[in-house]
């Protein structure tokens, strides 16, 4: 087994496709590149300020100083946020070398090591004098969640080729956990899944199957009993039921996702596809039935949890912005382990409808949910104090439970990973941004310059800087939603269809015009989906679109919209407008009755933005789902 | 002022109607008699039997010996549930002089009250050694809670005639909150309302206006800000904004409700019409705007809470059955104090549709929340450890949080109280049930026996029993939903309508026949109720009814119902069955696209049952709301 070093979150050891590294990848400008560059420059030091206010940071000084009984602050999984702060710094130096960033990473690393225990044992909630003992909560403690992000820390510091004591910290840390829960060891699990995937991860990046072994034994005990029944049920944390038995995502969404990110990941590296198979049909009856148009995951508020099948309500859409990071590691892992590429499908809905959503345009304020409808204008977020998580419609600068933030911004300094990928015989492009992807085929380097507007725009132009003179493939993700799609070569246009296109042996110099239709288009749910019934979306490109109250006359509120969903859509520069009505309705004392229509309608306009830029404009209310009865 | 005595729960010192008491009210069989003697044969001592096995009863015993702190189970708020079975059990011994239920009531009373410290004190969960301070929890403690429900308990026992040892111990127990809350004491109010209206009835039971003056200190100190700011918000506990300047009610349905009936009761006996205007105005545009079809409050699951405007999911709808007790309560202050008899209607829709569906029909198990739409087959609820409270589609014998089944057995203990009132004029029949009802009005008594078997048949024969030789008037409330409505009386038909029908001078002897048609009727929603959009209920007089899996083909998922809006319905022995269709639906990869059409469509009949019996016939599928298009 050879341990592999691209610049990457996800490096398999075996699989269909191989990911590219950061280094591979460049985003220039555009949609996501505009959104990387607002992320290294706003977010990351939005967060490493909320982290040093809130105490979230001298915690580990106060854990160093054995002080940190009587100060702590913040939730029992706060240490967690800062480790997925320093991922994302991690991705930022290896993709920027920001010399001044490595500096503000190393104080941060430096505060955060001094308060490993001899033994690895690291955390700031547990096992210090006057705590409670470690590991004497597993189901709420969150000890070995942490542990997770601080592996996941390390790999990206090992993948950028930096190591240093961030990275020694991890491996004595990784070696602990392998004593205290291995085979001789504590025969439980974690609350909160994320160890899976990352020790499984830090096996890669290390080359130690101890890890891989370790991650095995978590998957393997999860589902049987071993955590504590709860009034919300043994489902809430996927202990219901052994992986192996189950047959859809359930319980606390987020914990769902990362189990299953790491059940994909152990099965990969073992070579068990029944396993992955297993895990695969679990996501796609999720796909199918418990997930909402955005590619947002979670209707419960109570257990940020998912509903029965077909349970998405669009007002109570929990849709944790996490959830959504969750079930992009999910199908990222399915697509490399399959080669399948349409789960660049889900991948792109999923980060431009929920992950884009929660950042604001200045980047220092997120949503925690996604809901698909907002009835009431909310507060404005405080700036003082964090903020309830879920119940405003205006993004907040930080969160009581703050893991989404810090979620994002690794998730966007990696974003050039989830680009393209390739096997022996090629390149396959998933996802449409302006940038660079450089790659090793069968027969030398391929080198491509990508330049779109994409999504307002539905036109890529590809231009091959590098290629081999030998057979080489170029396949391109074709979306679903893409009726009518045609690639241009020199003078021949041909039609292109889902899947993916693939277009043989370009060489140096050639350009390749890859256009698909955005055209704004109608979407109609499953019938079962009874929350939206007799209603409508509208989509464009990859986008959902939504109504939001700034964009109509004071006196319209939107309760009263109904569309209608067979006069044409036209396109506006980043929506669209439908044609319909704002219905009069009447109020009244009791609101069933045998006749319920409405007093009227009078003929409107209705202008759609992109769903994952409602809220920028002030509080507002809004609705994706529009009635057409 | 006097002190009244009539044996009921509510007595206020002013208002348009008076209260009957249980003494003046008897049920005999039919819909509700059936179901008062199942809760005194069956649902009175199951509780005390669970009240007892798990230790809720023993935690006084443990207080008394001081060793509570130790050995304690339950929730902060258990001492309530044992006040809540003793108030049960006093209007049983008040209504039927069981002896031996008094000797069971005795032992009971006897150890709870030797908890009581010397200055009033009383809590099991604070106070003791070993255990957190009095009152050092406000938000969560629910200790003036507990407090109010024992108020409740004492106040039957007075209303009752029989006092003893648990009045002299809420007595004390006010005196002591009197003093540590009064104008010099704690600034605060309890996180959870309940000893507002407590307080209030104690004092009209006792005469004691100092009770009437702390209730009036916890009114109006509550709204601003005095309890802690919460993830949830202050708006849960009704602590965002005095009630005074309110427009609807918010937050926890039940401590809205409780807090809005405390509100009235205090308004009322102070003489503050505006006051009480205020509260009726929130209640009514909860009724508008926040109610669910069955008159179910509450549509939040994580904070068991109002939702927003028209926020109204049938599969997500929380509708907690105490919630719809609060309801009743609420409406029938208003009813009293205003005299407008309409409200019987929301309190029989309340009663028959969440009240009624709570406990099985073996009066040993119930419901905790009370959803309009269950999509999966719930698991047996188990006999051996309390439920989860909201996941089953079975009731489940007793809960963690097991404020329901108690709050049920004293709604039902003293039902008769809600049958009618009274003024100088004459008598007003509010809820159709067999039994007999005496009251005196200007010129001597009233007795009528009624003899129905509504709501299965909407047929009421009332014979008088005695009357007075001067002028009277009998007042019927004819319900909203009874168009075509009419009254015989000797040979003469008259159509009446709602909200009432009036006759007068009845003597002796006569019979009166009430007809209330009850056939089937469809019945849609305000179109803002987005979640069910497209689709209508059935309704049969009084009775919400849904579709049930059981009543359907193994191969028919209820899922894929349409009514047919347009078919006559047809009625059976207690529901209805209505023309439409089973649809056949695609399975598909992702269930959003331009064409979501159902594949097909097999006419079927639907047979409707009432929403109150569903889940008697082991788990099932149940819908109320059927879609049409």
């Known amino acids: 087994m050879t341990t592999t070093h691209v610049m990457a979150p996800v490096d398999p050891r075996r699989g269909a496709l191989r990911p590219l590294g950061l280094d591979q990848v460049s985003l220039r400008g555009g949609f996501w590149g505009d959104r990387q560059e607002l992320n290294r420059r706003a977010t990351v030091p939005h967060i490493a300020h909320w982290e040093e206010r809130t105490g979230w940071l001298a915690n580990f000084d106060a854990a160093a100083a054995g002080t940190v009984s009587e100060t702590r602050t913040g939730r029992e999984f706060s240490d967690s946020e800062i480790y997925k702060l320093l991922e994302a710094m991690a991705w930022e130096i290896g993709r920027t070398g920001d010399e001044d960033l490595e500096e503000r990473y190393q104080q941060i690393v430096q505060r955060v090591v001094s308060a490993q225990h001899d033994d690895g044992y690291l955390n700031t909630r547990f096992g210090s004098p006057g705590q409670p003992a470690r590991y004497s909560d597993l189901e709420w403690g969150h000890e070995l969640y942490c542990f997770g992000h601080l592996f996941q820390a390390a790999v990206a510091r090992i993948r950028t080729g930096r190591g240093g004591a961030l990275v020694d910290a991890a491996l004595r840390a990784a070696d602990h956990v392998c004593e205290a829960f291995g085979e001789n060891g504590i025969r439980s699990v974690c609350g909160h899944a994320e160890i899976e995937p990352a020790l499984v991860e830090l096996s890669r990046a290390t080359g130690e199957e101890r890890y891989l072994a370790q991650a095995r034994l978590f998957l393997d005990r999860r589902g049987n009993g071993v955590l504590a029944d709860i009034e919300l049920g043994r489902a809430y944390y996927q202990d219901d039921q052994p992986i192996r038995e189950a047959e859809v995502l359930r319980g606390h969404a987020v914990r769902a996702l990362y189990l299953s990110a790491g059940a994909i990941d152990a099965g990969v590296d073992e070579g068990d596809d029944a396993y992955v198979d297993i895990v695969r049909a679990q996501y796609h009856r999720t796909l199918a039935r418990r997930t909402y148009l955005t590619g947002g995951m979670g209707s419960h508020h109570q257990d940020e949890a998912f509903g029965d099948d077909f349970e998405l309500p669009p007002d109570r859409a929990y849709c944790e912005t996490c959830a959504g990071i969750g079930s992009v590691m999910v199908a990222w892992r399915l697509l490399l382990a399959t080669g399948d590429i349409s789960y660049g499908d889900v991948i792109e809905r999923t980060l431009y409808n929920v992950v884009a959503a929660s950042?604001?345009?200045?980047?220092?304020?997120?949503?925690?949910?996604?809901?698909?409808?907002q009835r009431r204008r909310g507060a404005e977020a405080a700036d003082s104090t964090p903020s309830p998580r879920a119940e405003a419609s205006?993004?907040?600068?930080?969160?009581?439970?703050?893991?989404?933030?810090?979620?994002?911004?690794?998730?966007?300094?990696q974003l050039g990973a989830y680009v393209a990928a390739s096997d022996e015989t090629g390149l396959a492009v998933l996802q449409y941004v302006s940038g660079e992807i450089r790659a090793e085929v069968a027969g030398g380097e391929v080198a491509l310059r990508l330049t779109t507007a994409y999504p307002d725009d539905g036109s890529v132009d590809i231009e091959v800087l590098a290629a081999p003179e030998s057979d080489w493939t170029l396949t391109l993700r074709i979306p679903a939603w893409a009726e009518g799609a045609r690639i241009r070569r020199g003078d021949a246009e041909t039609p292109v269809a889902a899947p993916a296109a693939r277009?043989?042996?370009?060489?140096?110099?050639?350009?390749?015009?890859?256009?698909?239709?955005?055209?704004?288009r109608i979407t109609a749910a499953d019938p079962r989906i009874d929350a939206v019934r007799g209603a409508v979306a509208v989509e464009r490109g990859p986008l959902v679109l939504c109504a939001e109250s700034v964009d109509f006359?004071?006196?319209?509120?939107?309760?009263?919209?109904r569309i209608d969903p067979d006069a044409p859509l036209r396109s506006t520069l980043r929506g669209a407008v439908a044609a319909g009505s704002v219905q009069e309705i009447a109020d009244s004392a009791w609101p069933y009755s045998a006749d319920e229509e409405p007093l009227g309608a009078a003929p409107a306009e209705i202008p759609l933005v992109p769903y994952h830029s409602w809220a920028n404009r002030g509080p507002s209310t809004m609705r994706v789902w529009i009635p057409t009865v």
Chains 1, 2 share one sequence.
């Open 359 to 373: 950042p604001s345009e200045t980047g220092d304020a997120f949503f925690y949910t996604n809901p698909l409808q």
């Open 394 to 413: 205006l993004r907040a600068p930080w969160f009581d439970v703050s893991c989404c933030p810090p979620n994002v911004a690794r998730t966007l300094a």
């Open 503 to 520: 277009v043989e042996n370009l060489r140096s110099g050639e350009h390749l015009a890859l256009h698909l239709p955005i055209a704004p």
């Open 553 to 561: 006359d004071d006196d319209i509120d939107i309760a009263h919209l």
